[in-house]
């Protein structure tokens, strides 16, 4: 049986539980973008304000989720529809690793990037 044939021969998972599942972990990720937006506001309007590599690693905390989610999306979509979720799971969990890593960094280098 070819590529093409097996893939007519499995059952397309419905667009709405696509939607669903992709909303719904959608919503964590946004939430990891606002919490990295809000900490980039915290940290550049202290007392001291932010240098150019403190403003790149924050900017960059603040579009990784959204690449996350779109890499994990574009991995999972045509996938059953559980393989998806673990997919969307599994970029979830890199995006909070990449987060406690970069709030463990300004815990510990917060100084340098001040400027």
Do not use: C, H, K
């Not at 998972?13 to 919503?27: C, D, M, Q, S």
């Not at 579009?63 to 989610?69: E, G, R």
């Not at 998806?84 to 406690?100: D, K, N, P, S, Y």
Request: no cysteine; aromatic share 18%.
């Amino acid at each position: 049986m070819s590529v093409a044939d097996r893939e007519t021969a499995v059952r397309r998972t419905p667009t709405w539980i696509i939607v669903t599942i992709a909303g719904l972990f959608g919503l964590f990720y946004a939430y990891a973008v606002w919490n990295a937006v809000d900490f980039l506001v915290a940290q550049a309007s202290g007392t001291l304000s932010l240098n150019g590599y403190g403003w790149f690693v924050l900017l960059l905390a603040v579009a990784f989720p959204v690449l996350a989610f779109g890499v994990a999306f574009a991995v999972g979509w045509r996938r059953p529809w559980w393989e998806f979720a673990l997919v969307m799971l599994t970029g979830l969990a890199v995006v909070a690793v990449f987060w406690l890593d970069i709030v463990a960094y300004s815990a510990v280098a917060g100084a340098s990037m001040l400027g």
